[in-house]
């Protein structure tokens, strides 16, 4: 039987995407496209070597960001997933995508939300000196950073901690997550209840 097919969106390194592809033989999901706004995204490369389809689309190659966003509508249209997963993508989806795919996106977040929404979340939680963070996985809705949250997974801070070392763990928190929770999704029935995602099992 075909597996649920999942669009994922990356910007970077894409060290997600990759826990993502390796799983995929485990779990009962499959990689179908890695759409990039960055040509350099090594994401793309990885996505490439598991002969994953990309799409590059980035909005400097558009008339108008308004052209671009609909561009990847379309793209994301065609390929009818059953949940698209942002797994650092670092731009934020307008209402037009958001509605569309209304709780059929996640993204996965390195802090505790609600705490440290937005860029340089790892920053933000070594600055307020917290014992621990970690990341959530959510849905995505028209806020940043705060739609119904599915999963959390925490993180000690050390002592000696650094943003990069800090951030470093947390990828590999998420990394062990994020598979799991997109299986997860795609294979049960589950409805938001209260700002939360509860799984019907
Ligand atoms: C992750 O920490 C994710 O939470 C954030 O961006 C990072 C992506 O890392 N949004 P990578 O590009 O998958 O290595």
Do not use: C
Not at 27 to 40: F, H
């Amino acid at each position: 039987m075909n597996k649920p097919k999942i669009v994922v969106m990356a910007s970077g390194e894409g060290s997600l995407l990759q826990a993502l592809l390796d799983q995929q033989k485990n779990l009962n999901y499959e990689v179908g496209m890695v759409l990039s706004d960055k040509k350099e995204a090594r994401a793309l490369a990885r996505a490439q070597a598991a002969t994953v389809p990309t799409q590059l689309l980035e909005p400097k190659n558009f008339e108008s960001i308004d052209a671009w966003h609909f561009e990847i509508l379309r793209t994301i249209q065609a390929a009818n997933p059953a949940l698209i997963v942002l797994a650092g993508f670092m731009r934020i989806l307008p209402e037009l995508i958001v509605l569309e795919f209304q709780n059929k996106i996640l993204n996965s977040h390195p802090s505790l939300l609600p705490l440290f929404p937005g860029l340089n979340a790892v920053a933000q939680a070594l600055a307020e000196n917290v014992q621990e963070t970690g990341a959530t996985m959510h849905l995505v809705d028209q806020g940043v950073d705060t739609g119904p949250i599915v999963h959390q997974v925490t993180v000690k801070v050390l002592p000696q901690d650094t943003p990069e070392a800090l951030h470093q763990r947390i990828k590999l928190a998420e990394q062990e997550a994020l598979p799991k929770v997109v299986d997860l999704l795609v294979n049960n029935q589950w409805q938001v209840v209260g700002g939360k995602v509860v799984i019907d099992y």
